[in-house]
């Protein structure tokens, strides 16, 4: 009787589902969107989580060198009515920023006070609105060493040739401007298990035993192959919650070849269904793996179609119209069967 009783309150929604099971499910949002009604009602039915795509980077916040929150507290106020959470995206990165300070042949010093200004004033200005930040985003490269990069040695903040020294310092001056917030790495073609992850886990296991205060790592991935090894994600989020580190899947796609009219194969879709669910299974399987995201909902609007000029589209969870597609149907069945019978 009492599985019956679960049976007829199954969720039918992403939101509802992990709400069940205290799993943020998200999404990564465009502001300039919210005026469409399909875009806001799917967005705030499905998800419990946001992040905005660009609004709370360098090359928008600092267009030019003063501080313009008006984009991102758009992303803020959106959540707030709709009792979401809002995760911050992204504090130092080696791209996406602006002109003034790519080409502004700032010295180390010059640029340490200019990354410390920039992490204290963002996060004191969102302090108890974002819950969590990607301090650092992509700061290693496919063989896990450090990235040439303006705030590593293009001349850095200080601290060029000294590895991630440097991603260390962003996270102490995230901790001091805002204690309270989660503060993650976040970095791409590191979620399976090869050299950049080897390095990701070397580099946050000897932060956590030193003491730098951070509290996750964030896995993209940004999928293109039909024959993804789900089953090495699983096994590095196992040894990454094992550190006590939390996870959070942080851009979910799965692209697609599509043709001339956008449109995806039937059985493409079927098995990118089947990479959603295993992705979602992985994380539920443990505890320390506390959110999953997609970079984008609907394949309106997504990232995919510019990148590959066209070639590959349909990553995403709902089509143009806002349908959902057989990923979101896989997706919300096995977070169902993880929450069904749970209060």
């Known amino acids: 009787m009492a599985f019956a009783a679960s049976a ?3 969720p039918s929604t992403l939101r509802d589902a992990a709400d069940r099971i205290h799993i943020l499910v998200g999404t990564a949002v465009r502001p300039s969107q919210f005026s469409e009604a399909a875009y806001s009602r799917t967005l705030a039915r499905e998800f419990n989580m ?14 030019d060198q003063g501080f313009d929150f008006r984009q991102g507290d758009e992303v803020v106020n959106f959540a707030q009515a709709h009792g979401m959470n809002v995760r911050g995206h992204c504090l130092a990165w080696d791209h996406n920023n602006p002109r003034w300070l790519a080409d502004g042949h700032f010295t180390p010093e010059q640029l340490s006070k200019l990354l410390r ?31 040439d990069s303006i705030w590593y ?5 200080g601290l060029s040739g000294k590895g991630t020294a440097y991603a260390e310092q962003a996270f102490r001056w995230a901790h001091e401007a805002d204690p309270n917030a989660l503060l993650f790495y976040n970095d791409a073609e590191g979620e399976g298990l090869n050299a950049k992850s080897d390095a990701i886990y070397a580099m946050v296991r000897e ?8 509290n996750g790592v964030g896995l993209q991935l940004h999928i293109s192959r039909l024959d993804y090894d ?3 994600v699983e096994r590095n989020i196992e040894r990454l919650t094992a550190l006590g580190l939390q996870v959070h899947v942080t851009e979910l796609d799965v692209s697609l070849p599509i043709n001339a009219n956008g449109q995806a194969a039937e059985a493409d879709l079927d098995q990118q269904g089947e990479i959603y669910r295993k992705i979602v299974h992985a ?14 909902f609907t394949d309106k609007y997504s990232w995919i179609g510019s990148h590959s ?10 089509d143009r119209s806002y349908q959902p597609k057989a990923a979101y149907e896989a997706m919300l069945k096995e977070i169902v069967s993880a929450s069904v019978g749970t209060k």
Request: charged share 20%; hydrophobic share 40%; with cysteine.
């Open 8 to 10: 007829q309150n199954k």
């Open 117 to 147: 200004e920039h992490i204290t004033t963002v996060m004191k200005h969102y302090a108890g609105q974002v819950f969590a930040w990607d301090v650092v985003n992509e700061a290693l490269n496919e063989k896990g060493e450090a990235k």
């Open 207 to 214: 932060f956590k035993q030193r003491g730098v205060p951070i």
């Open 283 to 296: 994380c539920l399987l443990h505890r320390g793996c506390t959110a999953i995201q997609t970079w984008g």
């Open 309 to 318: 000029h066209g070639a590959r589209g349909s990553g995403l969870l709902f």
């Open 153 to 157: 040695n293009q001349p850095g903040i």
């Open 230 to 232: 789900t089953a090495a």
């Open 50 to 63: 946001v992040e905005p795509e660009d609004t709370m980077k360098w090359w928008v916040v600092r267009r």
